[in-house]
Antibody, heavy 121, light 106 residues
Framework: QVHLQESGPGLVRPSQTLSLTCTVS??????????WSWIRQSPGKGLEWIGH???????FYNPSLSSRLTMSLDTSKNQFSLKVTSVTATDTAVYYC?????????????WGQGTLVTVAS | IVLTQSPNFKSVTPKEKVTITCRAS??????LHWYQQKPGQSPKLLIK???QSFSGVPSRFSGSGSGTDFTLTINSLEAEDAATYYC?????????FGPGTKVDIK
């Protein structure tokens, strides 16, 4: 079965770039027509869908964040990544990567365990 | 699309039946999914497309609804069902989540 694991710095300075990587095991990110998603959860805003990247590399971003987002795939490492530029304290959250479904089934499952990212100086 | 859930919190006794509702600000067909999240864990899919039980989920969990009004029902609640439950709509991008319903065991 597919398993996802987030990795990246737990502390990012304000105005810097948040960079996270999701390593997928038990399946290939380039097979099967799946979307690969990023979601975050903060006490103030609950669960927020950040966006997803199709196995072809096409990206779909939440408009509320899109000007600061970049998602990419690294098929050689079976990983996908998230970058958020110009972070502020409001970007502090637990960040989850997840398999985002297909063109026929957009239910998001499974999810990684999540990684806490704190934006502070 | 904004999702609202009710109630925000519910305290129940074991074996009680629990009903959680999720309302969408506009019609979303059946593109509504339910998740369970326990403290310190990531959300787990329970029900997809309003009423389809996800593999491995106990049969006491069921979902119904379409359009703007949806319901998650937990029949004969067990202690392990203490969690926060979220709905997610995938009809229109950006996908959005409801604010959650916390279920506590008395």
């Amino acid at each position: 079965q597919v398993h996802l694991q987030e990795s990246g710095p737990g502390l990012v300075r304000p105005s810097q770039t948040l960079s996270l990587t999701c390593t997928v095991s038990g399946g290939s990110i380039s097979d099967g027509g799946y979307y690969w998603s990023w979601i975050r959860q903060s006490p103030g805003k609950g669960l927020e869908w950040i966006g997803h990247i199709y196995y072809t590399g096409r990206t779909f971003y939440n408009p509320s964040l899109s000007s600061r987002l970049t998602m990419s795939l690294d098929t050689s490492k079976n990983q996908f990544s998230l970058k958020v530029t110009s972070v502020t304290a409001t970007d502090t959250a637990v960040y989850y990567c997840a398999r985002g479904g297909t063109d026929y089934d957009f239910s998001i499952d499974p999810w990684g365990q999540g990684t806490l990212v704190t934006v502070a100086s | 699309i904004v999702l609202t859930q009710s109630p925000n919190f519910k305290s129940v006794t074991p074996k009680e039946k629990v009903t959680i509702t999720c309302r969408a600000s506009q019609g979303i067909g059946s593109s509504l999914h339910w998740y369970q999240q326990k403290p310190g864990q990531s959300p787990k899919l329970l029900i997809k497309y309003a009423s389809q039980s996800f593999s491995g989920v106990p049969s006491r969990f069921s979902g119904s609804g379409s359009g703007t009004d949806f319901t998650l029902t937990i029949n004969s609640l067990e202690a392990e069902d203490a969690a926060t439950y979220y709905c997610l709509q995938s009809s229109t991008s950006p996908f959005t989540f409801g604010p959650g319903t916390k279920v506590d065991i008395k």
